[in-house]
């Protein structure tokens, strides 16, 4: 028998597991490590967080991620090269962090790595009638990932998504379902990253079918976007502090918010690829604020990711109260002019993030795939929201042998 099947054999039968999740999202702000220690799996899955770190991504990567991000046309060769690169680069990452944390990358059981996705295609955002599918796209090759560390790595995790009819995102779902359902609340996980999403939890162990997660527009992709263009140097709006110094301008906002995105049923997901410079550059041409103030613009544009996040609530719950319970992740979390907005649009909502449930709220995400290589390895598909709800019943993710 191949010993690394073996491996899987005997990891799988363990009591817990020592699962690393790596995480790069659309910010390109750099890659989450988050060293897991799970016990059990499905519904008795236990976490405990026990290292997380940001490799930051310098700006040579960041430019050459940007060289193909969301971009339709590229170069196929540049394309290749980066697959194998971020893998390798993803790589000496884990091994600067084990280093770093003087662990022995032996007394790791599995890397969970996400990969860097590239461009995301949703049938409702390509729309071409010659390919009814979704696609999406991450890069940073497992291969090279289990080959650097010597770990097995599973990736490429949303392409059995894809297969059993989703759109490949959000997989947020099936983790936040098997880690933070409470039997005494009602919950919805908003995650505030580029993109933001949220998870619907009804309480534990009633209607799991229920279970769903969608995303909702921009998170901070359009604000990162606009503080680039005019404060060349700067990643994002500290602490919201131009943004806060901004007023809405109600015709911007109302253009922006004239995509058939926002009226789509639920759950759908998205991508830089709508919610790039070219649509805000659009809704400025029509709103005639083209010369509208960096401030304000800020401002209208932390408006227009509350909003998005609101009519996706109020169209998940028809009308009806939404859960009062709102835990916040993702980097958004740290901008005040996006929290105020937020607490005006759902005005009901008791916000705190997920650090009151115990999950870092900036770990959240890699956190994720660790999860999802854990159930991959110990567990069975996760039945949750099947159906209407299109979370389909899939484990997910490509196992790759470091040898
Ligand atoms: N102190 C802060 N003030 C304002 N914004 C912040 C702060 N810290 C982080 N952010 C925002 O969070 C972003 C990073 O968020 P995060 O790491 O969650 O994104 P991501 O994982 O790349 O996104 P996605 O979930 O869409 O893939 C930064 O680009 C910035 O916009
Ligand atoms: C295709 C893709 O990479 N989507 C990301 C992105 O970042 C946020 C949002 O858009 C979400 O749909 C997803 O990531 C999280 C981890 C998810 O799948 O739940």
């Given at each position: ?67 193909v991000f969301a971009r339709e046309q590229v ?44 461009y995301?295609a949703?049938?409702?955002q390509h ?146 690829e709508?919610?790039g410079?070219a ?125």
């Amino acid at each position: 028998m191949n010993p690394y099947v073996a491996r899987l054999c005997q990891l799988a039968s363990q009591p817990s597991r020592r699962i690393i999740g790596l995480m790069s999202g659309t910010s390109l702000d750099g890659l989450d490590v988050a060293l897991c220690r799970l016990t059990g799996h499905g519904a008795g899955t236990r976490l405990a967080l026990e290292q997380f770190r940001t490799v930051p991504y310098t700006d040579a990567t960041r430019a050459r991620i940007r060289t193909v991000f969301a971009r339709e046309q590229v170069s196929l060769e540049y394309l290749t090269l980066l697959n194998p690169w971020l893998g390798n680069l993803h790589a000496a990452a884990i091994r600067e962090c084990l280093r770093e944390w003087n662990i022995n990358p032996a007394d790791i059981d599995l890397v969970a790595s996400h990969g860097q996705t590239v461009y995301h295609a949703p049938r409702h955002q390509h729309q071409r009638p010659d390919f009814d599918l979704n696609a999406t796209l991450q890069l940073g090759d497992g291969d090279h990932v289990a080959v650097g560390t010597g770990i097995i790595t599973l990736s490429d995790f949303r392409q059995k998504h894809l297969a059993g009819g989703g759109e490949g995102a959000p997989l947020a779902a099936y983790g936040d379902f098997l880690l933070l359902s409470s039997p005494d609340e009602e919950r919805l996980l908003l995650n505030l990253g580029g993109i933001a999403n949220f998870t619907y939890l009804p309480r534990a162990g009633q209607a799991a079918h229920t279970a769903f997660s969608t995303d909702t527009g921009p998170g901070n992709t359009l604000l990162d976007a606009t503080v680039r263009a005019h404060r060349p140097g700067l990643q994002y709006d500290e602490d919201g502090r131009l943004a806060l110094a901004g007023r809405v301008h109600e015709g911007l906002l109302a253009a922006l918010l004239d995509h058939p995105f926002f009226a789509a049923p639920l759950p759908k997901t998205t991508g830089p690829e709508l919610f790039g410079v070219a649509y805000l550059a659009a809704a400025q041409q029509h709103s005639a604020t083209t010369a509208l103030g960096l401030e304000d613009t800020l401002a209208t544009l932390a408006e227009l990711s509350a909003v998005g996040v609101a009519r996706a609530v109020r169209a998940a719950f028809g009308g009806q109260p939404s859960p009062e319970a709102v835990y916040v992740s993702g980097g958004g979390a740290h901008n005040p002019a996006l929290r105020a907005a937020l607490q005006r649009h759902l005005p009901a909502a008791r916000f705190a993030t997920t650090e009151a449930l115990g999950v870092l709220p900036d770990a959240k995400e890699a956190i994720l795939f660790a999860v999802l290589a854990n159930e991959a390895v110990a567990s069975q598909p996760v039945a949750i929201g099947q159906g209407r709800q299109r979370v389909p019943a899939v484990t997910m993710g490509k196992i790759s042998f470091p040898g």
